[in-house]
């Protein structure tokens, strides 16, 4: 019989600090055991404790912040962790490895790029460009730099060729941003945030139903194909997670680019910074924690083809 587990750590650095709700993902493992796939949230200690097993479709995912275990260059301390897990029979999701990529922004570039995923163009050394993107490799809730003079870059940060996204509404121009959240190749929920700078937040998103109503149908709707896409060939590069791919539309060309993804359930600060307007928002399923875990088991279920 299939199995989920995920398993927490409580090594300083490693904590999966932002990355959603105990709450969320406790309910997610309960929708996992209705469906026929007996879950737990755990420990490590815990599941090291349960011993070997003999189940080849026993799946641990790794709970942890990748951002968080780069920079404090924990990654061998969660690779010998992941072996321990290993070797009592169990797979493992948010590898280590695939971690790895995902927390540190030009290594992530470099394999998804090369994975077909659509990027900004990677600025290193030498590279010619008009307007660079200019953000830390690893970290996030940082200020970003828009640079124009290649002597004013800093090689040890994370440069991009600046994609413009934005987007008119009623006479005033808005950076926008789309997010979706996704489990796998599977997106289960896409919205637009946008703001007066290029570094657009869900904190500074005006709660302004028409606005976000008119880009969500401007950028998200008639995009949903280009999104799909995107996801899909993230999986393919670094396996099936629970994501948050933060995509820039682009206003000159249409097309769609991931800016980064992460490791992430739920963004339950959005739908706390939303709840005023939550209402008149499209994607309502969102806002009702029973309705998204039962989206996500049902995602994860079915990436995995667990065996019920």
């Given at each position: 019989m299939a199995r989920f587990f995920v398993v927490e750590f409580d090594e300083p650095g490693v904590l999966a600090k932002g990355k959603g709700s105990r709450n969320i993902i406790v309910r997610l493992t309960r929708v996992m055991g209705k469906l026929g796939v007996p879950s737990e949230v755990l420990s490590f200690a815990e599941l090291m404790a349960r011993g070997a097993i003999d189940d080849p479709q026993s799946y641990v995912l790794l709970h942890y912040n990748e951002l968080f275990v780069v920079q404090n260059e924990k990654v061998d301390w969660l690779r010998a962790r992941e072996s321990e897990i290993e070797a009592l029979g169990h797979r493992i999701l948010h590898s280590v490895e695939h971690g790895r990529v995902v927390g540190h922004k030009i290594r992530q570039n470099k394999v998804l790029t090369a994975a077909g995923v659509p990027m900004p163009r990677l600025i290193e050394t030498g590279s010619s460009f008009q307007t660079a993107f200019s953000n830390e490799v690893s970290n996030a809730h940082v200020p970003v730099q828009l640079v124009g003079n290649a002597a004013e870059l800093d090689p040890e940060r994370y440069n991009t060729e600046y994609v413009d996204c934005r987007h008119e509404y009623e006479g005033e121009m808005w950076h926008v941003c789309i997010r979706a959240q996704a489990v796998g190749e599977q997106v289960l929920f896409s919205w637009v945030r946008?703001?007066?700078?290029?570094?657009?937040?869900?904190?500074?998103?005006?709660?302004?139903?028409?606005?976000?109503?008119?880009?969500?149908?401007?950028?998200?709707?008639?995009?949903?194909?280009?999104?799909?896409?995107?996801?899909?060939?993230?999986?393919?590069?670094?396996?099936?997670?629970?994501?948050?791919?933060?995509?820039?539309?682009?206003?000159?060309?249409?097309?769609?680019f991931l800016c980064e993804t992460n490791y992430k359930f739920y963004e339950g600060f959005y739908r706390f910074y939303m709840k005023p307007i939550a209402k008149d928002l499209p994607n309502q399923a969102f806002f009702d924690g029973r309705k998204v875990t039962r989206r996500m088991a049902r995602a994860l279920v079915q990436e995995l083809d667990l065996k019920t």
């Open positions: 946008a703001g007066p700078q290029p570094n657009v937040r869900t904190r500074g998103t005006p709660l302004d139903a028409k606005l976000l109503n008119h880009f969500h149908s401007k950028l998200v709707v008639p995009n949903t194909d280009q999104i799909r896409e995107i996801a899909s060939a993230v999986k393919k590069a670094v396996g099936v997670g629970f994501f948050a791919h933060d995509i820039l539309p682009c206003a000159k060309t249409g097309r769609l």
